[in-house]
């Protein structure tokens, strides 16, 4: 694919983070909380191009170490380690520099199911010791360092700040939790569901609060779903705060002997499991999306900007908001609160964007399985765009149903070909992330039109005999 990108990683670097990272009030603080909460192992972790938290284990005792030295991971495990269908390892190869990853002091926080461990979040750069002019500089395909900076220029140019607040469904799968429906009608909502799955919920928020999430409300959603929310914050905290919540599902998951599930369309007969992102914009305290004067549900004119972009801009966001061959299994089945088509609507469930409440855009085509960091950071493109152009959304569709806007990309290739095209998208990841994801997510798409599957042997398994 021939990909087109636009922009430039600001300056930053290496130097900074440590000369940061090296205050001896921050580092005093920091020793003090190790030390009343008896913390002895320190993970470091960061974020590959599919969402996995990778990172390394350091004892606490090497605190000043780490903080000023970073660790070192080899880049290529950005992109899982995977090797293609040619056998090259994508990300550099074998021989590529690693890369240091430097803790973000105010990111600490003890693990609220063992207090002996402790965990800091990551920004990665390139080595101190290159002699081609990047030495120290921001690792490119970092994705949230990446998501860290282009939101920081969005402000600068723009003076608004993105905040977002996510719905993670998911399947929950084991003993006692087997999923039970009527015939044509849903369990959705039901309490004594919620009942049953009160071990899960219960553990899960406790945790995410022990965590500094301020978690508002949850509820059953379909056979073996649960969605559990917390408040709405700035778009790169939210971001953090999804890895996190995986981090904490599987944890509560493995104490209970359960399954935590984020596959996007796990059965037919099952609604998908989403990441909805619900967002606003603000200008210091003021949400530039509403107006108390307009009527019910209606949008600024700087909402119907943003608005237009995200439509413009939807079906080569596709590959970044449904990144799997199963996501678009999810977008194909209407009726089921998922987009099938690129619209909007007044608090329609079924538009690739809703309008749910006053000053607040909620963005459906994510599902569980998106990076949010690199989710975040094509909407910030395809918003600014909208704000740029002054993109009109058109009028919005009335009616639950498909409205009549185009289609959605209907496969993973299709939908890397769209993203390749569209160098608003591209440019908010930089090229080196946008070629990296394209190797990456092309390869995948290859290997699964190449597999056969349970449903071609039930289809044409007999043809013949």
Not at 452 to 461: A, C, I, K, L
């Amino acid at each position: 694919m021939t990909v087109t990108t636009n922009g430039h990683e600001p300056p930053a670097g290496l130097d900074v983070h440590r000369e940061a990272n090296t205050r001896q009030a921050a580092l005093t603080t920091l020793r003090s909380r190790i030390a009343d909460a008896g913390v002895e192992y320190v993970y470091c972790q960061t974020v590959t191009l599919t969402g996995r938290v990778i990172g390394k284990v350091v004892p606490a005792g090497h605190l000043v170490r780490i903080a000023e030295n970073g660790v070192q991971l080899h880049r290529t495990g950005l992109a899982d380690l995977h090797t293609t269908q040619e056998g090259v390892l994508l990300g550099g190869g074998f021989d590529v520099a690693e890369c240091t990853a430097m803790p973000d002091l105010d990111s600490f926080a003890v693990l609220p199911w063992d207090t002996s461990t402790g965990r800091f979040f990551c920004r990665l750069y390139e080595p101190g010791q290159r002699a081609d002019g990047r030495a120290g500089a921001p690792l490119a395909t970092d994705v949230r360092g990446n998501l860290a900076r282009r939101h920081a220029a969005f402000t600068a140019r723009t003076g608004l700040e993105l905040r977002t607040g996510c719905e993670p469904e998911m399947s929950w799968t084991g003993p006692g939790l087997e999923p039970r429906n009527r015939p044509h009608s849903s369990t959705a909502y039901h309490i004594d569901h919620l009942e049953r799955n009160r071990p899960i919920y219960q553990r899960v928020i406790g945790y995410a609060r022990a965590l500094g999430f301020d978690m508002i409300e949850g509820d059953y959603e379909d056979p073996a779903q649960l969605e559990l929310n917390w408040l709405f914050d700035s778009a790169d905290r939210t971001a953090d705060r999804v890895v996190v919540y995986r981090q904490i599902c599987r944890q509560v998951a493995r104490e209970l002997g359960v399954t935590a599930g984020f596959m996007p369309k796990p059965a037919d007969d099952r609604k998908g499991n989403g990441c909805h992102h619900n967002l606003s914009l603000w200008r210091g305290d003021h949400n530039v999306l509403a107006d108390p004067a307009l009527p019910s549900l209606h949008l600024t004119g700087t909402g119907r900007h943003a608005l237009g972009g995200i439509l413009a801009h939807a079906a080569a966001m596709t590959a970044v908001m449904g990144p799997t061959v199963n996501s678009y299994k999810r977008y194909r089945h209407q009726g089921q609160f998922a987009p099938t088509r690129i619209d909007w609507g007044m608090d329609n469930k079924s538009c690739t964007v809703r309008l749910p409440a006053i000053g607040r855009l909620e963005v459906k085509l994510p599902d569980a399985m998106v990076n949010p960091y690199l989710s975040h950071a094509v909407l910030l493109a395809a918003v600014e765009d909208g704000l740029r152009h002054r993109l009109d959304p058109g009028p919005p569709h009335g009616a639950d149903g498909p409205g009549p806007g185009a289609a959605l990309p209907g496969t993973l290739g299709e939908a890397l070909e769209r993203m390749a095209a569209d160098p608003v998208v591209t440019g908010a990841l930089g090229r080196e992330t946008t070629e990296l994801f394209l190797a990456l997510k092309g390869d995948e798409w290859n290997r699964y039109c190449g597999a056969v599957t349970d449903w071609e042997h039930r289809m044409y398994g007999q043809e013949g005999a």
